[in-house]
């Protein structure tokens, strides 16, 4: 079966870094596209960054040049490094597997499977 396993959250203080991890297994990591998303308390769970199997990336406006998404297709694991970090950060950070269209990955509201989620608090 699918199993996302996120690590690496923690509290940091504002303009610190972190480096989020996500393993895979139960299913072929290149099959889907990968995302991260986040929910802080009180707001909706936003997609924060996806990348397709080719690597290609893209970002939510908010966490541009930032954040950066990337992968280790042999190890079938995901990563989130986390740059210049602000208050406003702090959330639940999720990974998760997006539909992969082949051209291309599908919408925020076509992740399927998900972890447990990993928390972030920037102070």
């Known amino acids: 079966h699918v199993q996302l396993v996120e690590s690496g959250g923690g509290s940091v203080q504002a303009g610190g870094s972190l480096r989020l991890s996500c393993a895979a297994s139960?299913?072929?990591?290149?099959?889907?596209?990968m995302g991260w998303f986040r929910q802080a308390p009180g707001k909706e769970r936003e997609g924060v960054a996806v990348?397709?199997?080719?690597?290609?990336?893209k970002y939510a406006d908010s966490v541009k040049g930032r954040l950066t998404i990337s992968q280790d297709n042999a190890k079938n694991t995901l990563y989130l490094q986390m740059n210049s970090l602000t208050p406003e950060d702090t959330a639940m950070y999720y990974c998760?597997?997006?539909?992969?269209?082949?051209?291309?990955?599908?919408?925020?509201?076509?992740?399927?499977?998900w972890g447990q989620g990993t928390q972030v608090t920037v102070s």
């Open positions: 139960g299913y072929t990591y290149s099959s889907y596209c």
């Open positions: 998760a597997t997006i539909t992969n269209y082949g051209m291309g990955c599908g919408s925020w509201n076509e992740a399927t499977y």
């Open positions: 990348i397709d199997s080719d690597g290609l990336a």
